[in-house]
């Protein structure tokens, strides 16, 4: 959890970053996994965690698609400057994303770490917790910074106006925020369900 929250920390590759990041969320994961003999919460924290990791990853790199493209140079967090003003869908969409990734409330991401957070309370994994409460520290501030890269002005200050709009990208990434937001602000259909697998 530690280390993949380090190191993305020093990333300005976008992908890198969310790479990293994932390492932590596999540590994340394996916190659940290692309580899944203590409680019967525990099958259906993996479920969730997994189903909200892979909306929130799929809204990411929808947006990152769009914007880079086939170029790797535009995967650099400069490339994200005013994307506020440019493509506002997309940097919302990603915006969702990131907060999702940091565990903010109402998203799907806040619940996925509530029920880990939950499941190390219960088998007084306190050791296991206090590394996931400094690795989510460390995350949010670099999360952050891609939000805040967003809303930058454009390089030499002027706002230019985006690509042609692709109506199905954007459609997308806004089905796949509804879906982060609905996951993380009314789960419980969700959980009925997964439950009845």
């Known amino acids: 959890m ?3 929250n380090l190191l993305a920390l020093r ?7 969310l790479a990293y990041s994932s390492i932590a969320h596999f540590g ?7 309580t899944l003999t203590g ?3 525990a099958s259906d924290a993996v479920t ?5 990791y892979i909306l929130t990853s799929l809204a990411a790199f929808t947006v990152i698609a769009r914007v880079a493209g086939e170029d790797p140079k535009k995967t650099q967090l400069g490339a994200f400057e005013g994307l506020f ?5 997309q940097a919302a969409a990603l915006t969702v994303a990131m907060l999702s990734f940091a565990g903010i409330p109402l998203t799907a991401g806040f619940m996925a770490k509530f029920y880990v957070i939950s499941l190390s309370i219960q088998g007084s994994y306190w050791f296991l917790l206090s590394a996931l409460v400094i690795g989510s520290a460390i995350a949010i501030y670099y999360y952050l910074r891609i939000i805040f890269s967003m809303s ?7 706002i230019t106006m985006g690509q042609k709009q692709d109506y199905s990208a954007n459609l997308t990434a806004l089905l796949l925020t509804a879906m982060i937001l609905m996951l993380g602000s009314w789960p419980q259909p969700f959980i009925a369900f997964a439950g009845g697998l």
């Open 48 to 52: 969730f965690y997994l189903a909200a």
């Open 85 to 89: 003003w440019r493509d506002k869908i």
């Open 2 to 4: 530690l280390i993949g």
């Open 11 to 17: 990333q300005e590759d976008i992908k890198r970053l």
């Open 152 to 158: 930058k002005a454009s390089v030499g200050g002027k």
């Open 28 to 34: 994340y994961l394996l916190v659940v996994l290692i």
């Open 39 to 41: 409680s019967g919460m």
